[in-house]
């Protein structure tokens, strides 16, 4: 459609986007329907009048110079009116003790209207952040969805009441649920786009995956604030190495809460610093600017869809309203530089801009917004008067409640045929991610050194690594580097990643490369991986396994490779903590692991990976164990030790010590951390009557004063002697072995503790 000279001054501003070159300026993709239509457009100005549109379409911006189409800057106003009007109407809401909380997207609303015209909802892939209330309500969010998060009402498809307001999910939209702390959606949103390529791979899939695009998307936004974190960078840094498509928003209102960007960030501009990320396509804009902003967010996506890699855009924009209502800006901004953002306003500006550009007149303007407002007041009495979650419903979706890894379909322990010569624990495990490799497509293996050669060209030439172990030694030769592969060296990365990944329905099967090395991962395993299925109420899951070796006995492993704080994670709801003691019930707990539906934490013990008492036979390729079933590992009538890991076999040489002695001493190897065989230690604790608990995590706040403690308060009638614990010393390990031998429970010890226990 042709234009004036008068309208081009809309869109002909001076361009933010400095680095954008033509050949880079490609139209826009097929467009998307806004949040709702524009019911009656009588005070479109003449002679602009509106053309018919189809109202699943909007007509697309045409090449550059030129307007987009009335219509749609009509529906973006609507959009970005309502977006404002949901923000006030909350505020409202809050001051009167109706809502818990709010937190604003005003200010932003240009650019994420704009993003949300140029992306494909239910096509393309969102992992928004708190401010982007004018994305999700473009993408087809409702008001009346938006403020039953509010109210926290069962009925909100974000969380069904389980988190705060703004914190967006909607699985018809493909809209992944969003967690509070800022940043850790930048690694799953990786994950996301590398599902995309993997997917794109492995031909097997490709059938597989009916909501599969290859030219979809994935777009992930931030805050200024949030690009100090560390997890920015590594999401930039395997997005560029990958090529992945993926788009980052960078919202800059300048402050991260009262944190001015400038402190936050060398030379105040987060862009200029990743702007040598290869592949990285960078643009700036006037992110208050509809029109600008629809420029450029249609160049990034045209880029990302083109598969030439990711694109980031670096939208200014403000913040009106202070951080969320549990902040008061005019504590720390003064009124001038407040006074400047209102001048900027985007929601006043484009609605001004729209009458003085003859798309429409003022009485045209005062009907949206008086039709916005109507629609927010009806929605806020629907939602206020929306049912509430029950209290029964607080323990759903902790864990699956689809696939059960505690039920008897998973247990083919008795009578499993065994077969071949005896295999270390090593060798189990690897035959069983070899026969789950080859049985199930979906399967992904990355971490630090776990492929056998980054370097294809000598594949050939070389051994190969297969892990600082060699527990994955060969799967990259059979199922090829696109499922098995090296990551960066960054456990958060590992984790963050096969977040995304599992959301999609991918399986990973990642390698943290020592436990003593897990805590950068910590922020993903706890507030993310464990917590994405309850804090959506079902709506998503992430069903990755994470293998750890762990724990000491090394000789010279000392401080940072001897670590055995499971405690640690056996506390964190919706976790699976699995811990094998020998080759054979590492094979089958690692393939129940893999085919049930929850996130597993299986750790591996470095000392057991090789001992020749915990060899085995091979068993059948669907040999499983099931979680929660102890093992009793020697039948005793005297004491109970309730143990797991390397102290099973010091149990079991100090039991044959005390033998001697004509004390006769069971054995309870647990396995499974959480859950645990609580009924197995009934029995056995009902028939002796005395009972340790060893284990190699220090004594305090232990994984066993859990077990005491129960013990002690459901089983006091059968006990005939306090409850012992034999555990590490409260310290880290040391490198001499005199340290480590002292520092950790020994054969003595334990042998000792029966000794005595006996005696009482």
């Not at 880079?24 to 509106?50: C, D, F, G, H, Y």
Request: aromatic share 8%; hydrophobic share 40%.
């Amino acid at each position: 459609m042709k234009t004036d000279t008068k309208v081009l001054k809309l869109v002909r501003k001076p361009a933010a986007s400095e680095n954008a070159t033509e050949a880079q300026e490609n139209s826009m993709p097929e467009a998307i329907p806004a949040t709702a239509p524009i019911s009656t457009l009588t005070n479109v100005a003449k002679p602009r009048a509106v053309p018919a549109v189809a109202p699943e379409r909007v007509t697309a911006i045409k090449h550059a110079g030129e307007l987009p189409d009335p219509e749609l800057l009509l529906r973006m106003y609507r959009t970005m009116y309502l977006s404002r009007r949901l923000d006030d109407k909350e505020i409202q809401l809050k001051g009167q003790n109706r809502i818990y909380f709010q937190i604003s997207g005003a200010g932003h609303e240009a650019v994420l209207v704009a993003a949300g015209v140029v992306l494909r909802p239910a096509y393309d892939w969102f992992y928004p952040y708190y401010r982007d209330r004018a994305l999700v309500l473009q993408l087809g969010m409702t008001p009346y969805e938006q403020l039953l998060a509010s109210v926290g009402s069962e009925e909100d498809p974000a969380s069904h009441g389980r988190q705060m307001p703004s914190h967006w999910g909607h699985r018809k939209l493909n809209i992944v649920s969003q967690s509070s702390p800022t940043g850790t959606q930048l690694l799953q949103a990786v994950g996301s786009a590398e599902a995309t390529y993997r997917i794109n791979l492995v031909e097997e899939l490709k059938e597989r995956f009916k909501n599969f695009h290859d030219d979809e998307i994935t777009y992930v936004s931030l805050g200024d604030g949030t690009s100090s974190e560390g997890e920015f960078w590594e999401a930039l840094n395997t997005a560029s190495n990958l090529k992945l498509p993926i788009l980052f928003l960078l919202e800059d209102n300048g402050y991260a809460i009262s944190v001015p960007v400038e402190v936050q960030t060398a030379g105040g501009s987060a862009s200029k610093l990743v702007e040598n990320f290869p592949d990285l396509y960078v643009q700036r804009c006037d992110g208050t600017d509809p029109i600008e902003s629809l420029e450029v967010m249609t160049r990034a996506v045209a880029y990302c869809r083109e598969r030439k890699g990711p694109a980031l855009v670096h939208a200014k924009v403000i913040r009106p309203y202070s951080h969320s209502l549990s902040d008061d800006e005019k504590l720390y901004r003064p009124t001038e530089e407040r006074a400047s953002d209102a001048e900027r306003d985007p929601v006043k500006r484009f609605g001004a801009l729209l009458v003085e550009e003859g798309i429409i007149d003022q009485a045209g303007l005062q009907h949206i917004k008086d039709e916005v407002d109507r629609e927010v007041a009806e929605a806020a009495d629907r939602a206020l008067a929306a049912p509430q979650p029950t209290p029964e419903s607080a323990t759903k979706y902790v864990f699956s409640p689809d696939v059960d890894p505690t039920a008897p379909e998973f247990d083919t322990e008795e009578n499993a045929q065994l077969s071949g010569n005896p295999g270390t624990m090593v060798d189990l495990i690897n035959r069983c991610l070899h026969t789950e490799m080859a049985r199930d497509s979906r399967i992904f293996v990355f971490g630090e050194d776990v492929a056998d050669c980054s370097r294809e060209q000598y594949l050939d030439g070389v051994k190969g690594k297969g892990g600082v172990f060699k527990v994955t030694a060969n799967l990259q030769r059979k199922f090829g580097s696109a499922r098995v592969y090296n990551s960066p060296l960054a456990e958060a990365n590992i984790v963050g990643r096969a977040i995304g990944m599992a959301t999609r329905g991918l399986k990973p099967v990642v390698e943290i490369q020592f436990f003593d090395y897990i805590w950068p991962a910590m922020h993903q395993i706890r507030n993310e991986l464990a917590l994405m299925r309850w804090r959506s109420g079902g709506e998503w899951k992430a069903p990755a396994v994470i293998r750890v070796p762990v724990g000491g006995y090394l000789k010279g492993g000392a401080v940072y490779h001897s670590q055995s704080g499971v405690s640690t994670f056996t506390q964190i709801p919706g976790l699976r903590v699995i811990y094998p003691s020998n080759a054979l019930d590492a094979n089958g707990l690692l393939r129940t692991s893999i085919r049930c539906d929850d996130p597993v934490l299986f750790l591996e013990h470095k000392h057991l990976y090789r001992q020749a008492y915990n060899k085995s036979q091979y068993p059948p390729d669907d040999f499983m164990i099931p979680f929660g079933k102890a093992k009793t590992v020697r039948e005793g009538t005297d004491i109970s030790i309730i143990t797991y890991g390397a102290l099973v076999q010091r149990s079991l040489v100090a039991a044959k010590q005390v033998a001697q002695a004509g004390i006769s001493v069971e054995i309870i190897d647990l396995r499974s951390l959480v859950p645990y065989d609580w009924e197995a230690i009934v029995n056995s604790v009902s028939k002796t009557n005395r009972v340790i608990v060893a284990h190699e995590d220090p004594l305090s706040f232990g994984y066993g004063a859990e077990i005491a403690a129960r013990i002690a308060a459901e089983l006091f009638e059968q006990l005939d002697a306090p409850v012992r614990r034999v555990c590490a010393l409260d310290t880290f390990v040391g490198y001499a072995p005199t340290l480590e031998d002292a520092i950790l429970p020994q054969v003595p010890d334990v042998a000792r503790a029966i000794t005595e226990l006996h005696s009482y």
